[in-house]
């Protein structure tokens, strides 16, 4: 992990630019976070950086969100935590008493991907709606972030898909589909279909072992395992911190 050091209002504050991996890596949550962040970059720019109540909202909406969820604020706070630590959310600190924390995404810095404000209001549809048709994302768009072409909408996927870290990717068409489907990359590095079942000989399968069968994770685990994760990385922040004089 690379330490990239900005200017944010006041003073330096430490910008940990990701691993490429670290995108393939987030959760579920931490897209969703991600996805609401960039949304409202763009939608509702008089109301960004959002707060953590807000952020909550955008997450939970109704409206736009597929799969439609309702996380706690616990579970916002840690995501966004996680995020910070990942280098793809900056925390704004209260200036003053009546002021609270808000957030706001790095994901279009200089050091990321370069994307043109068609592309982000695109990829944003892909983080909070999962696979989409180019109509379907070009109408999205066009209801609240920019209004868009059908050739510019072609366009811009296209260009998307050549970035030198591709973040989207075309679902090739399935028949009785009109045309093909667009869905985004991060997070899907480890994903396995389970659908997919490996075909074995029957000499093979005679001497595969019995394996034991992980039980599926609970929520419980999954919190507490994150909070493992960054207080794991809370603790390397410091000691570069440390090194470096800070």
Request: with cysteine; aromatic share 6%.
């Amino acid at each position: 992990m690379r330490s990239v050091w900005s200017v944010r209002g006041s003073g330096l504050w430490p910008h940990w630019a990701c691993k490429e991996n670290d995108v393939d890596a987030l959760t579920d949550l931490e897209i969703r976070i991600l996805g609401t962040l960039v949304e409202k970059s763009m939608a509702t720019p008089e109301y960004y950086p959002l707060t953590l109540k807000s952020l909550r909202a955008g997450c939970n909406q109704a409206t736009n969100r597929n799969p439609v969820t309702e996380y706690e604020e616990l579970d916002v706070e840690l995501g966004v935590k996680s995020l910070k630590l990942k280098g793809l959310v900056y925390f704004m600190e209260p200036k003053g008493g009546h002021e609270v924390r808000k957030y706001e995404h790095t994901l279009f810095e200089e050091h990321r991907w370069n994307m043109n404000k068609g592309q982000v209001a695109l990829f944003s549809l892909l983080l909070l709606r999962g696979e989409q048709t180019a109509s379907e994302l070009r109408t999205r768009a066009r209801e609240k972030m920019i209004d868009l072409s059908p050739a510019q909408t072609e366009e811009s996927l296209e260009a998307m898909i050549l970035l030198e870290d591709a973040t989207i990717a075309r679902v090739p068409r399935q028949p009785g589909q009109r045309e093909p489907r667009w869905r985004h990359k991060v997070g899907l590095a480890e994903q396995i279909d389970p659908s997919i079942v490996p075909e074995l000989d029957d000499a093979d399968s005679d001497e595969m072992p019995n394996l034991p069968v992980a039980p599926a994770p609970t929520r419980i685990d999954d919190m507490e395992s994150l909070k493992a994760k960054i207080m794991a990385l809370e603790a390397r922040i410091a000691k570069l911190e440390s090194k470096a004089g800070i």
